[in-house]
């Protein structure tokens, strides 16, 4: 597609229960970034894919949360056991270059609130 | 550690007028600086890209400039619009951390009709 694309755009769901987060970055990006938005908060990085490098996981919460990304192009966050404090905006970013250059391209967001 | 700082947190200004949103860090060592929209419930949107090298980008009525040497960015909107009601963010790669990235927390403009 012409952008990042994340799907779903809303999830409610029950403390407790698992969630996947799909993102599907720009073609031929080869960066790929996932960030979490509270209500009236800045970006928290997540996780970071460069190519088939090792992810770099340091900003994942808990281990509850987890990421992964197939062929080096769609990525699904996983949440594990959700809580409320898990409630956010799930952001997603690709790039197409490394971690010191590109201009950085973000999806709509999955909002996910957890009861 | 990066820090970035974006003054005013909010800003309300008639339409019409010419405005300056500030976007400084702590680190001169940046590779560049990205400037993004937020409209509220929705992701960030891309609006302009200096690279270190460079000291202004320009696109339509928006005009980024960088001075890496004080640390400064400002983002110039000319002739206001109720359309640029939003939230402005600017994020700085300098290498630091595992993203490379360090955002700023918004300056939340709002154009009065």
């Known amino acids: 597609g012409a952008g990042v694309s994340q799907s779903p755009s809303n999830k409610v769901t029950e403390k407790g229960k698992d969630v996947e987060l799909r993102c599907d970055p720009i073609s031929g990006h080869t960066a790929l970034y996932w960030y979490r938005q509270s209500l009236g908060q800045g970006l928290e990085f997540l996780i970071y894919f460069q190519g088939n490098s090792a992810p770099d996981k340091s900003g994942l919460p808990s281990d509850r949360f987890s990421a992964e990304r197939t062929g080096g192009s769609v990525s699904t966050l996983t949440i594990q056991r959700t809580q409320q404090e898990d409630s956010a905006v799930y952001l997603c970013?690709?790039?197409?270059?490394?971690?010191?250059?590109?201009?950085?391209?973000f999806g709509e967001g999955s909002r996910l609130t957890v009861l | 550690k990066q820090e970035v700082t974006q003054i005013p947190a909010a800003l309300s200004v008639p339409e019409g007028e010419n405005l300056v949103l500030n976007c400084s860090f702590t680190d001169s060592a940046i590779y560049n600086l990205q400037w993004f929209r937020q409209d509220p419930g929705k992701g960030l949107t891309s609006l302009l890209l200096i690279q270190s090298s460079q000291r202004e980008q320009t696109s339509g009525r928006l005009n980024a400039s960088l001075d890496k040497s004080s640390g400064r960015s400002t983002l110039y909107i000319a002739a206001s619009q109720p359309g640029d009601s939003a939230t402005y963010l600017c994020?700085?790669?300098?290498?630091?951390?595992?993203?490379?990235?360090?955002f700023g927390k918004g300056t939340h403009l709002i154009i009065q009709p």
């Open positions: 994020a700085v790669r300098s290498g630091g951390g595992a993203d490379g990235l360090t």
């Open positions: 970013a690709s790039s197409s270059s490394g971690r010191n250059t590109g201009e950085l391209f």
